[in-house]
């Protein structure tokens, strides 16, 4: 995952994100991600594969915002990989 950068509107982040099928077989992953910052800025992405091999990867890049209207935006905010689960193909 790579480091956050504020859209040009700076209302939101871009979030590049690389997903590996870590399993044993194909399967769909789902991946959610927390940005978060000071003054509860709080932003989800909850992300989903199409069917990846064992190994393969899926990769991109990601509009992440927080959905309250009055959400003060992070210089720096914190990003966690909140849950990782395979679903088989």
Same mark, same amino acid.
């Given at each position: 995952? %790579?480091?956050?950068?504020?859209?040009?509107?700076?209302? =939101?982040? /871009?979030?590049? @994100?690389?997903? #590996?099928?870590?399993?044993?077989?194909?399967?769909? $992953?789902?991946? $959610?991600?927390?940005? #978060?910052?000071? /003054?509860?800025?709080?932003?989800?992405?909850d992300?989903? #594969?199409? @069917?990846?091999?064992?190994?393969?990867?899926?990769?991109? $890049?990601?509009? =992440? %915002?927080?959905?309250?209207?009055?959400?003060?935006?992070?210089?720096h905010? #914190?990003?966690? $990989?909140?849950?990782?689960? %395979? =679903?088989?193909?």
């Amino acid at each position: 995952m %790579h480091r956050p950068v504020l859209k040009e509107n700076g209302d =939101a982040f /871009w979030v590049g @994100v690389k997903i #590996t099928n870590t399993a044993s077989e194909p399967a769909r $992953v789902n991946a $959610v991600i927390r940005l #978060t910052g000071p /003054w509860g800025y709080n932003a989800l992405l909850d992300l989903r #594969t199409d @069917v990846l091999e064992p190994g393969g990867v899926s990769d991109g $890049v990601y509009s =992440a %915002h927080d959905e309250y209207d009055g959400a003060v935006i992070p210089e720096h905010p #914190t990003v966690v $990989v909140v849950e990782v689960t %395979h =679903a088989s193909a």
